[in-house]
Every structure is written in structure tokens, then in C-alpha cells.
């Protein structure tokens, strides 16, 4: 029957186009991991090649720490790289959100959601939190004050906003 095999056609469509959506909300995920994992390696290393040749004192130490430090910089570069990817798979995945939160603070909403879908799904009290899970449990747990806010914290909006009313932003 006509009408049978429509449905089950609409059904595998739908299944196709949410396994797709699904695959690019991992895309944006694994890409924000790997921009967090190169900037908080790239800074260490940063450090260390700093103070490395400040303490060089031969001739080939130096050479080695100035040649280190340059290795360490063209890593630090992949960030930028790494970062517009970032804003290309945002803008075409998530344009609002890219809109109202910018690229690292939309696809870190979006890891700690766990996919597009599920974030959009998430009450708002929910997405201020997110990123505030420890302290969330400990609250439940130990009857501390609960957390006003998790990741969207590094937004400008929240983090410049009077202390009283950053929870109500």
C-alpha cells in the first residue's frame, strides 16, 4: 500500500537527516576538544620553552631552546587553524547560537550537552548551569548554595555584569 510505503520512506529520511545532524554536532564537539587540548598544551609548552632559554647559558642550549620555541609557536598556530573550522561548522550548524554566543562558547554548550539536539531540548535553567555540574552535586549533596551559572560564564554579558545580578542574565 502507497500509504504504508510513504511512511516507512518519511521514517528513513528522518533516521538519515538526525544521524547527519548528529554527525556534525560530533564534528563540532571533537573540534572544540581538540582547540581546548591545543591551547592548554601550546601554553605550557610556551612556558617551558621561556624558561628554557632563560637559563640556557652554552651556545648549543640556546640553540636548542630558540629552536624548541619555534616549534612550539607553529603548534600554537594550529589553534588558529583548528579555530576556523570551528566557526565554519558553527555558522553552518548552529548559526543562532553562533550568533547570540560566538564559537567557543556555542560549541562548548554544545559538548556539554552533548549534541545540538539535546541542547536545544534543555530547559534554560538547565544551559545556565551547564558546565557547573560539580558544584550542581555538591549542592544537592552537602546543601551548599547552588551555582548561578557553568560555561556561559565566559560570556561578556555574564562575566560583566554586577555580581548580584549575573544569575539573573
Wanted: charged share 30%; hydrophobic share 45%; glycine share 6%.
Amino acid at each position: 500500500d502507497i500509504g504504508t510505503l510513504r511512511e516507512k520512506a518519511l521514517e528513513r529520511a528522518h533516521a538519515q537527516l538526525k544521524e547527519q545532524l548528529a554527525r556534525r554536532a560530533l564534528l563540532i564537539i571533537q573540534c572544540i576538544k581538540a582547540f581546548d587540548a591545543v591551547e592548554k598544551s601550546s601554553t605550557i609548552l610556551l612556558e617551558r620553552a621561556g624558561g628554557w632559554s632563560r637559563v640556557a647559558s652554552e651556545p648549543s642550549d640556546a640553540e636548542q631552546a630558540a629552536s624548541f620555541g619555534c616549534s612550539v609557536r607553529e603548534f600554537a598556530k594550529k589553534k588558529e587553524k583548528i579555530m576556523e573550522s570551528l566557526e565554519k561548522l558553527m555558522d553552518a550548524e548552529a548559526p543562532n547560537i553562533h550568533a547570540v554566543c560566538g564559537t567557543i562558547l556555542g560549541a562548548k554548550l554544545i559538548e556539554a550537552a552533548g549534541s545540538l539536539e539535546k541542547l536545544s531540548s534543555l530547559p534554560a535553567s538547565t544551559v545556565q548551569v551547564l558546565g557547573a555540574e560539580t558544584a550542581f552535586f555538591a549542592h544537592l549533596r552537602k546543601k551548599v548554595r547552588p551555582p548561578k551559572h557553568g560555561i556561559i560564564f565566559i560570556h561578556p554579558a555574564v562575566s560583566d555584569a554586577e555580581k548580584e545580578s549575573r544569575g539573573k542574565i
